[in-house]
């Protein structure tokens, strides 16, 4: 997606627009990788790893892809250096890698709501269903893995003129008509968009109005039951915010690749290329929002995170160079002032 005039020069203008969304994406990255890394050293599979363990992480490490791929190739490649500056086998590699985390991160979040829905509603013996999650799990994974494919067969590197006898490359996808192309961006937003967003809203909808008005049974300390309203509400503000979240961020980007996949000639101009650019940016922040969700309202989540940050920057220090010799001289200047001190002592008593 590249902005350019009739003469193919670049405005200052959109200039901005490009820095201004490069540092939007730099942001949202550097929040993403760390909130989602944490995530994973969290919810990493352990002796007794449960069904909800699998789907966090299942989220987090598809985030953590989308943060790697993303913006080196859609963000620098296509939008700030106006080409494809990578080799052109890459091109369909990045796009499928791309819309297979996508998918397949779309799909561990609605596991995850089920799997949420089926704790409420049935009783602790009957959770224990490991064997049938990692199934699941397997199962979207293919899914993601198949359904993507024609991606990787259509994406291909265009070869174009400019003006001022500039020839550039560009990653596009180049479908043989423009209807199997709509049927198929359609498809994949009902797969990805629409199916997973009703799951979340009428479950967490539901969830969070049982959690909310059920009284909890054969609690009679008014301290303890204070402490059980209080988590609920926290528990109905994270369903909440993950429904919205998930909403608001992908909406104009499937409406806008839905409106490029019909009319193919409106995404040549200028307005609607910025308006693609910038909710390509809006769905990318999903990712950053996911954990930031978690840390902000879960207090278990935020201690741990806190200590784990704080064992990265402890081990970064103790691996830099420059403190490890200011450490080594500090322990030098002190084995120096001790061996001093116990010489002039063994002087003084053989005077003495």
Known sequence: MIISDSSGATSNGRLVVQWILFGLYLLTTAIAVPGNFVMVWQYRPKKTWRNKNIFISSIAVSDLGLAVVSVPFKVIGQHLYQSWPFFDLLCPFSSYLHLVLVVHRSQSLFLLTVYRHYVIFRSPQKVSLAMHGKIAYILTLLISIIVCLPVAIYSRVEHFDMAFQRR????????????TRLYYTISIMILQYIIPLLILSISNFYIG?????????????????????????????????????????WLPLHVITIIGSKEQQLMSTEHLQVLWMFSHWLAFTNCAIHPMNYFVMDGEFRKKSKKILFKCICFKARKSPSVTTFLKRGSENTSSVNTGRSSVRSWKETKC
Not at 168 to 179: A, D, G, M, Q, Y
């Open 209 to 249: 109005f049982l959690v909310w008005v059920r009284k909890p049974l054969g609690e009679n300390h008014p301290q303890k039951i204070k402490e059980m309203y209080l988590a609920k509400r926290r528990t109905v503000k994270v369903l909440i915010c993950v429904a919205v979240s998930y909403a608001i961020s």
């Open 168 to 179: 550039i490359k560009v990653c596009v996808e180049e479908w043989n008509s423009s209807k």
